[in-house]
């Protein structure tokens, strides 16, 4: 063998190897990722629209004037119509984008793995990737033990701290997000936020945040905590943003389906301001992969649809949809394999090209649905 014989023989080798590596890996276009969480959001209410048995119940808040105008504007014959008319840009953009998983009534179901079935096992199983039963019993404020994915890839693409940011209305995401205190910019609870500095629209909302308080001292409202998400996405331009909303929640265990109602339309036209955003971006357009799911499911009768937890029927259905440059715009999913809260970790890193083999102790699996 000749010596350039054999140098074209190592390149056809070397060419040969890259195509198997790019076979085992595909190149992903996802350089950036929005997560959105809106507590205990439920199943029935996101795939149905306004419930049948729920909104005309004067124990659920619906039985005077304010029920009967959102009755008026919200309730249709059929649930397809009905859940547009409630989320109006989750099925009529969103999902026609991306994938929906976990209409039960469709065959396709997910659910989280942690017993406890309340917020924070939830919130810790989608930041870790795993349940930890008993490290992070209910929601006592521990620090989480784990790494949550986003400081992982922090570490891995070493960003600064600021491009990996979280904005939570409920003050426990101090403890959830991260495993040591100030590794990522975390924003919960009734707090200021530093940045963008000198803002005036930041430093509006944080004072006014303190003075419009509501149900209790750990959560403030949703409306700050996206405000100030927003101001942060526009300036300071996270690689990793997670945005989370908690009035779905609060206004359930208050027994207020009028006020859960309008939550979850705040919530849908926040994740409209927020995509139409995103896409009109140079920076995020193309490159950016939104998911948007829940801790927890909640109870389907007029007894418990309130409620959460070990006890309450349904506490484990939740569900999740994702939408960006490297998932299949399907729709939502009929059938198929039952996916868990913990393959969203999975599913984020293997979106970001990030190899999850290296995050020690990670028990899910990356949704195969959701990745072209
Ligand atoms: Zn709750």
């Not at 001292?217 to 990793?240: K, M, V, W």
């Not at 994740?271 to 998911?291: A, F, G, K, V």
Request: net charge negative; aromatic share 10%.
């Amino acid at each position: 063998m000749t010596r350039r014989d054999f140098l074209s023989t190592s390149s056809a080798a070397i060419a040969l190897a890259a195509a198997d590596t790019l076979l085992a890996a595909p190149e992903r276009k996802t350089r950036n990722l929005v997560l959105v969480t809106s507590d205990g959001l439920r199943w029935q209410d996101l795939f149905n629209g306004i419930d049948p048995l729920l909104m005309k119940e004067k124990s659920t808040g619906m039985g005077d004037s304010g029920g009967a105008s959102r009755r008026e504007r919200l309730w249709k014959l059929e649930p397809a119509e009905r859940r547009l008319a409630l989320m109006p840009f989750f099925w009529g953009t969103l999902a026609t984008q991306g994938v929906v998983l976990g209409n039960v009534q469709k065959g396709s179901s997910v659910q989280v793995t942690n017993r406890y079935r309340v917020s924070y096992p939830g919130y810790s199983e989608i930041m870790t990737g795993r349940a930890q039963d008993e490290a992070i019993r209910g929601n006592d404020a521990v620090q989480n033990p784990t790494p949550s994915f986003l400081q992982f890839v922090k570490d891995q693409w070493k960003l600064p701290k600021e491009k990996v940011a979280v904005f939570g209305s409920w003050n426990m995401f101090h403890y959830i997000c991260e495993s040591r205190r100030g590794e990522i910019y975390i924003n919960a609870g009734y707090e200021e936020s530093a940045l963008p500095e000198a803002d005036q629209q930041v430093a509006l909302m944080n004072k006014l945040q303190m003075q419009a308080r509501y149900i209790d001292d750990s959560a403030r409202h949703d409306a700050f905590t996206f405000g100030l998400a927003f101001e942060y996405l526009r300036n300071i331009q996270p690689r990793l943003l997670y945005i989370t909303f908690d009035e779905t929640d609060d206004w359930a265990h208050s027994r207020r389906y009028d006020c859960v109602l309008d939550s979850i339309q705040f919530v849908d036209a926040s994740l409209r301001q927020l995509w139409e955003w995103l896409q009109n971006s140079p920076t995020y357009r193309d490159s950016t992969t939104l998911i948007v799911t829940c801790d927890h499911g909640r109870g389907s009768t007029v007894e418990d649809w309130h409620s959460h937890g070990e006890e309450v029927h349904g506490s484990e259905q939740i569900w999740i949809a994702i939408a960006g440059p490297d998932t299949p715009a399907m729709g939502e999913v009929n059938g198929g394999p039952e996916w868990h809260q913990r393959d969203i970790a999975p599913t984020a890193l293997d979106l970001l090209g990030v190899d999850g083999a290296n995050y020690a102790g990670m028990l899910g699996k990356p949704i195969a649905t959701a990745i072209k």
